[in-house]
């Protein structure tokens, strides 16, 4: 293949996932952008494989159907597993950019060093430090979720680790300025692994201090850097598909990030650097608080008598693999009459969008999915407001309590339900660590119980009642 | 190819801010219900890093760098293949709204 067919073919590509995330604005036409996507990566794997100078095919074969080994079942996942597969993949896309980096570094300094330009080589290092710092911040990530055992869930917190993880970064930057100062000095190629051991270094430790509740923002951050490691292999490779496709992914990551920090109310740098196990303590108050529990016979009746119920669903339904009963609970309700609609907050979940999914898994239609900011007017017209396993995301404290370290932050207005009815499966604060006063108001009554139990409870409840009349 | 002339990457940076560009007109209409999806997507484009893959993994490079180019090869087929087949699988799920429903 010629260059400029190569090149034409690559501006192909280019259109194709441009039209691929464009079709992404609506449900209707979202599964064309899935094929615009996949033609646009055929065409550019063949159109670069076709280049003369691409002499080893048997391994590249081989690669590719390890690819598709690995790939097909991590596309299988449960949904409730979608934020640690899209982590994981996080991962993977670091490991190859910090791979292909460092490959060219090393082929540019054994043979053509005049390759090794300021540009080029700021290029390379930029893409090993973020992609090899997105590889095990990503891996990290991906164990949280999965909750494996020997990484721990809960924030990591110590002395002085914002000094320290900000000073590993510094020094990276000081040892890659270096390099690209003198690319080809004899001791070059000795400091180049110090960078990436860095770079690895600094995304486990940039992960520790980070918790379960911040993972939307952080799983976005992630996917931002790993875009830019693609931009930045683009720049080493002289490749304009590249750059635009990883500016695409870059600025996805970006935009993700920014609304889940507004809907957090935070930014960049607390999400980052201002871990909220720190403030812990301070938040454990209402000892003297009494829940009141309310039975299934009963929460059922009045569910049966409302107009409208809102359901606002959160991590707990997830990880209860809840969705199905909830969904059973929405087709009673509409049988007699009740309007449901889900209230959606953006961070609800471990991922942005997360909760669309499981509901959309479990047949709900997705015009009764509603964003927060739509469904909040309506609340005073709610009837019944059912929280199942969403916690922070419901804390009236977000609006009163300045001391509080989710102040500010945009909530479901579940308080302002006539009824609410919250799903809990023990007494204990949420992830925050915080005491959500949406609990002990006069109207709130709990469910205490396994998500999917108490919603299956529920179900089997109003099925009796209509036998019965 | 003259990649020592500052003319070739002042027109790269160009590119990749006009690409964020565009990348932030287009994300910024995604629909609220598909950001799971979305990133899915987007890290299954975000392979294209399988071209520098290909090329590293292919040409004749010593083995050490070859070795290199075929892991970043296989790490970036697994995310094409995962990151678009799981794609499709969500965004399969979302049902058009029941008729009489507005959206």
Partial sequence: ?469 | MHPEQPFDYWSMVFVFVLATFIGIGVIRRVSRLLHTPLMSLTNAISAIAVVGAIIVAGSDYPGGIRIMGIVALVASMTNIVSGFLITDRMLKMFKTPRKGERE
Wanted: include cysteine; aromatic fraction near 8%.
């Fill in chain 1, 1 to 469: 293949m010629t260059v400029s067919l190569v090149q034409l073919v690559y501006l192909v590509a280019t259109v194709l996932f441009v039209f691929s995330l464009h079709w992404m604005n609506d449900p209707r036409t979202a599964r064309r952008a899935v094929f615009a996507g996949v033609a646009g990566m055929a065409l550019a794997v063949l159109a670069t494989w076709a280049q003369p100078f691409v002499e080893h095919h048997g391994w590249i074969i081989l690669a590719i159907i390890a690819g598709f080994a690995i790939g097909i079942p991590l596309s299988r996942v449960p949904l409730t597993a979608v934020p640690q597969r899209t982590a994981l993949s996080h991962a993977f896309g670091g490991l190859a950019a910090g791979l292909v980096g460092t490959a060219k570094y090393y082929l540019w300094y054994g043979e053509g060093q005049e390759n090794l330009t300021t540009f080029r080589m700021t290029a390379i290092v930029a893409e090993i430090i973020l992609g090899f710092l997105t590889f095990t911040g990503s891996l990290m990530a991906a164990g949280k979720l999965q909750e494996i055992r020997w990484i721990p869930q809960r924030p990591v917190t110590y002395r002085g680790q914002n000094v320290m993880n900000i000073g590993l970064l510094a020094l990276a930057a000081v040892i890659g300025i270096a390099l690209i100062a003198n690319p080809t000095a004899p001791w070059a190629p000795k400091l180049f692994p110090v960078v990436i051991a860095l770079a690895l270094l600094f995304g486990v430790l940039l992960i520790i201090p980070i918790g379960g509740a911040d993972m939307p923002t952080v799983i976005s951050i992630l996917n931002a850097y790993a875009g830019l490691s693609a931009v930045a292999m683009g720049f080493v490779l002289d490749n304009k598909l590249l750059i635009t496709a990883g500016a695409l992914d870059g600025s996805s990551g970006l935009i993700l990030s920014i609304i889940m920090c507004r809907a957090m109310n935070r930014s960049f740098t607390n999400v980052l650097f201002g871990a909220f196990g720190q403030v812990q303590q301070a938040a454990r108050l209402g000892e003297g608080k009494v829940y009141k529990a309310e039975t299934i016979e009963g929460a059922a009746q009045v569910l049966e008598q409302a107009n409208l119920v809102v359901i606002v669903p959160g991590y707990g339904m997830a990880v209860a693999q809840a969705q199905h009963k909830v969904r059973e609970l929405y087709d009673q309700l509409k049988k007699r009459g009740v309007t449901v609609k889900f209230a959606i907050h953006p961070v609800a979940g471990r991922m942005p969008g997360h909760m669309n999914v499981l509901l959309a898994e479990a047949d709900i239609p997705y015009g009764d999915l509603v964003e927060m900011s739509e469904i909040n007017p309506d609340m005073p017209q709610c009837d019944v407001a059912l929280v199942v396993g969403a916690n922070d995301v419901v804390n009236p404290v977000a609006r009163t309590d300045t001391t509080s370290p989710i102040y500010g932050m945009p909530i479901v207005d579940a308080d302002k339900a006539r009824t609410v009815f919250a799903i809990k499966r023990s007494k204990n604060p949420g992830f925050a660590g915080i005491d959500n006063e949406l609990y002990f108001l006069d109207k709130t009554w709990m469910l205490f119980g396994d998500a999917k139990k108490v919603m299956g409870d529920l179900v089997k409840q109003l099925g009796d009642a209509k036998g019965m009349h």
